[in-house]
């Protein structure tokens, strides 16, 4: 015979009855908990004044009920444990007479001893409806510690729509002991692709499909594997899902039933739409900025790198910082400290402050030491050329064939991302500088163009742009497109360039798209790996770059030394002789400088 265990005293047999009756009551498949549910033990809290707790098996049946006093409740230990690496089986729902739905201590403590599937916990307003949720799960053991994660508070609603089976599975596999010498969490992560159309303005061109395939192919460089694409058009994104609500049931059960452990979105996500859906389907949700830090993250090698990569991921986790509850709050120590104190989010928020700007202050001093060596290359005269172009375009290939170098190149996105700049010889004999950038992509997150700005700088100072495109690609012209939208971003879009398509190697033979490229005005259809037309492509930078300068005779008094010494630190001297008037040079120089000179034009 079911029964109530606890502290029924005092509490009428009628009252007691009522609270019998959960022992009939059934959850839904899938869900945390029913509004019905938590209403009715917030109800009784309420009229009773004590704390109520029910266990409540993964059938979703009530298995256990128990009353207590104004502040706690005895929970009855837990049967039926299934091994080192299993939870029981059970979640813990309780009450909190006094309307907050923040965990404890003891709640957390209860939670990791009795290796609950959850711990939740409602705070018992006076009109139920308007009671609220909380709830801690097991997040993983370390060092034979249990460590936990919370959620919450949340409204009665939010916490029905909760697909709960996902946790489990989450949380089980986080548990499950080592299998041999290989841990689980280094097999590769299951994910989910999912993508909407809802007349997005700054697709450029692309298709839901291509957009998709793309991050397909940004998944695979992180290292996940794709296990299926989810689809949907809407008139607009929702606010609290960004996909429809329908989508997101069928997404949940999809996770349940494949084991997926990694949810990725293409379009980037909202901090509430990040944290409603993870609570919906049980697992880790990324959207396509952090997808592509993430591959940032691996990528970096130098100290620069990777203290733009930390600036870019610690700007997008700000705004993103969750608060969860008062029970996160610490004691002040000390005379005029003493109260509740900071909040675990605020220390975080703050940390996070102060973490940013002392990466903005080391990439200032690396700035100014990229400075001066720019500065360097600007006094000794060399122009600068600069590789620019989609990301895997073949922008490292080509430097290594042009400059007989073996920088790391690879047939991946992202393969290159800290600058790299090597000398390269014109067929007029003069030297250049040729720098290697980072890979550009659609939608390309604005934290990376703003971390990354003095690297971009590269872009922004150069004489001249070789804008390298992969014309193999389907979507070569989309791919060009979104270049000049960053170009544009960084106020670069006026500087002269040289359009590189790449890989023609790759055409099918007889399809003649390479030559009437090759008869578009500023192109050369190359191939950097096989070395193909280059020498076309180094002529035709040595004619940009000589129509960016002009060589001029001009005669200095010697009245006006100043005026010789700009001239020398301006241009490149070709020829100096004195003559009775003055000092004569022959003067190579940038047309905007040319013209400062123009009064001491001499002519023969």
Same mark, same amino acid.
Request: aromatic fraction near 6%; charge should be negative; charged fraction near 25%.
């Given at each position: 015979?079911?029964?109530?265990?606890?502290?029924?005293?005092?509490?009428?047999?009628?009252?007691?009855?009522?609270?019998?009756?959960?022992?009939?009551?059934?959850?839904?498949?899938?869900?945390?908990?029913?509004?019905?549910?938590?209403?009715?033990?917030?109800?009784?809290?309420?009229?009773?004044?004590?704390?109520?707790?029910?266990?409540?098996?993964?059938?979703?049946?009530?298995?256990?009920?128990?009353?207590?006093?104004?502040?706690?409740?005895?929970?009855?230990?837990?049967?039926?444990?299934?091994?080192?690496?299993?939870?029981?089986?059970?979640?813990?729902?309780?009450?909190?007479?006094?309307?907050?739905?923040?965990?404890?201590?003891?709640?957390?403590?209860?939670?990791?001893?009795?290796?609950?599937?959850?711990?939740?916990?409602?705070?018992?307003?006076?009109?139920?409806?308007?009671?609220?949720?909380?709830?801690?799960?097991?997040?993983?053991?370390?060092?034979?510690?249990?460590?936990?994660?919370?959620?919450?508070?949340?409204?009665?609603?939010?916490?029905?729509?909760?697909?709960?089976?996902?946790?489990?599975?989450?949380?089980?596999?986080?548990?499950?002991?080592?299998?041999?010498?290989?841990?689980?969490?280094?097999?590769?992560?299951?994910?989910?692709?999912?993508?909407?159309?809802?007349?997005?303005?700054?697709?450029?061109?692309?298709?839901?499909?291509?957009?998709?395939?793309?991050?397909?192919?940004?998944?695979?460089?992180?290292?996940?594997? *794709?296990?299926?694409?989810?689809?949907?058009?809407?008139?607009?994104?929702?606010?609290?899902?960004?996909?429809?609500?329908?989508?997101?049931?069928?997404?949940?059960?999809?996770?349940?039933?494949?084991?997926?452990?990694?949810?990725?979105?293409?379009?980037?996500?909202?901090?509430?739409?990040?944290?409603?859906?993870?609570?919906?389907?049980?697992?880790?949700?990324?959207?396509?900025?952090?997808?592509?830090?993430?591959?940032?993250?691996?990528?970096?090698?130098?100290?620069?790198?990777?203290?733009? *990569?930390?600036?870019?991921?610690?700007?997008?986790?700000?705004?993103?910082?969750?608060?969860?509850?008062?029970?996160?709050?610490?004691?002040?120590?000390? !005379?005029?400290?003493?109260?509740?104190?900071?909040?675990?989010?605020?220390?975080?928020?703050?940390?996070?402050?102060?973490?940013? #700007?002392?990466?903005?202050?080391?990439?200032?001093?690396?700035?100014?030491?990229?400075?001066?060596?720019?500065?360097?290359?600007?006094?000794?005269?060399?122009?600068?050329?600069?590789?620019?172009?989609?990301?895997?375009?073949?922008?490292?290939?080509?430097?290594?064939?042009?400059?007989?170098?073996?920088?790391?190149?690879?047939?991946?996105?992202?393969?290159?991302?800290?600058?790299?700049?090597?000398?390269?010889?014109?067929?007029?004999?003069?030297?250049?500088?040729?720098? #290697?950038?980072?890979?550009?992509?659609?939608?390309?997150?604005?934290?990376?163009?703003?971390?990354?700005?003095?690297?971009?700088?590269?872009?922004?100072?150069?004489?001249?742009?070789?804008?390298? !495109?992969?014309?193999?690609?389907?979507?070569?012209?989309?791919?060009?497109?979104?270049?000049?939208?960053?170009?544009?971003?960084?106020?670069?879009?006026?500087?002269?360039?040289?359009?590189?398509?790449?890989? !023609?190697?790759?055409?099918?033979?007889?399809?003649?798209?390479?030559?009437?490229?090759?008869?578009?005005?500023?192109?050369?259809?190359?191939?950097?790996?096989?070395?193909?037309?280059?020498?076309?492509?180094?002529?035709?930078?040595?004619?940009?770059?000589?129509?960016?300068?002009?060589?001029?005779?001009?005669?200095?008094?010697?009245?006006?030394?100043? *005026?010789?010494?700009?001239?020398?630190?301006?241009?490149?001297?070709?020829?100096?002789?004195?003559?009775?008037?003055?000092?004569?040079?022959?003067?190579?120089?940038?047309?905007?400088?040319?013209?400062?000179?123009?009064?001491?034009?001499?002519?023969?």
């Amino acid at each position: 015979m079911p029964n109530i265990s606890g502290n029924t005293k005092g509490i009428r047999a009628s009252v007691l009855s009522e609270l019998e009756t959960l022992y009939d009551y059934r959850i839904e498949d899938g869900q945390l908990i029913t509004a019905e549910l938590a209403m009715k033990l917030a109800a009784f809290s309420t009229q009773v004044k004590r704390e109520a707790a029910v266990y409540c098996n993964r059938a979703g049946k009530i298995v256990s009920v128990s009353i207590g006093d104004v502040g706690t409740v005895d929970l009855p230990p837990v049967e039926g444990r299934r091994g080192a690496g299993r939870l029981s089986g059970l979640r813990c729902f309780h009450t909190h007479p006094g309307g907050s739905s923040a965990l404890s201590g003891v709640d957390i403590s209860a939670l990791k001893n009795f290796r609950l599937d959850c711990m939740l916990a409602i705070g018992a307003a006076q009109d139920p409806a308007k009671s609220t949720v909380s709830f801690a799960v097991l997040d993983g053991c370390k060092d034979g510690e249990y460590h936990t994660d919370e959620f919450g508070p949340m409204t009665l609603t939010e916490a029905e729509n909760i697909f709960f089976p996902n946790f489990i599975a989450t949380i089980e596999k986080l548990l499950a002991p080592q299998e041999g010498s290989q841990s689980l969490a280094a097999a590769p992560e299951r994910a989910v692709l999912v993508g909407m159309d809802y007349g997005r303005q700054d697709t450029l061109g692309w298709t839901l499909e291509d957009s998709v395939e793309e991050l397909k192919q940004l998944a695979d460089t992180a290292g996940a594997v *794709v296990v299926a694409k989810f689809l949907q058009k809407r008139p607009k994104p929702d606010p609290a899902y960004f996909i429809g609500r329908g989508k997101v049931r069928e997404l949940a059960l999809f996770v349940q039933q494949e084991a997926v452990d990694l949810v990725i979105f293409d379009d980037e996500l909202s901090p509430a739409q990040q944290r409603n859906l993870e609570q919906a389907v049980g697992v880790r949700v990324l959207d396509r900025t952090a997808l592509i830090l993430d591959i940032f993250a691996q990528r970096a090698r130098t100290n620069e790198g990777k203290l733009q *990569v930390e600036l870019a991921q610690l700007q997008y986790t700000l705004p993103r910082i969750m608060g969860k509850g008062q029970s996160l709050s610490r004691l002040g120590g000390g !005379i005029g400290t003493r109260g509740p104190g900071e909040t675990k989010l605020e220390v975080d928020r703050r940390r996070i402050r102060e973490r940013i #700007d002392y990466i903005k202050g080391c990439i200032e001093k690396v700035k100014s030491v990229r400075d001066l060596h720019r500065a360097g290359r600007e006094k000794s005269e060399l122009p600068t050329l600069a590789l620019i172009g989609y990301t895997n375009a073949g922008k490292s290939t080509l430097l290594n064939t042009l400059c007989n170098d073996d920088i790391y190149a690879k047939d991946q996105l992202f393969a290159t991302l800290d600058p790299t700049t090597r000398q390269l010889e014109l067929p007029d004999k003069r030297q250049a500088l040729l720098t #290697d950038t980072v890979g550009f992509i659609q939608r390309l997150p604005h934290q990376l163009v703003a971390a990354f700005r003095s690297t971009l700088e590269e872009v922004t100072e150069a004489d001249l742009l070789l804008h390298v !495109i992969d014309v193999s690609h389907d979507l070569y012209k989309e791919q060009s497109n979104a270049v000049y939208q960053v170009l544009k971003s960084l106020g670069a879009a006026d500087k002269p360039i040289i359009t590189v398509y790449n890989k !023609i190697d790759k055409l099918p033979e007889g399809s003649g798209l390479a030559q009437r490229l090759a008869q578009e005005e500023g192109s050369v259809c190359i191939s950097a790996k096989k070395g193909l037309n280059l020498d076309a492509l180094l002529e035709t930078a040595a004619d940009h770059l000589r129509l960016q300068s002009s060589e001029e005779s001009y005669l200095i008094p010697y009245s006006e030394g100043s *005026v010789l010494n700009r001239l020398h630190d301006s241009g490149t001297v070709l020829r100096e002789d004195y003559l009775a008037e003055g000092t004569l040079l022959k003067v190579r120089l940038p047309l905007k400088e040319a013209a400062k000179y123009a009064a001491y034009l001499y002519e023969e």
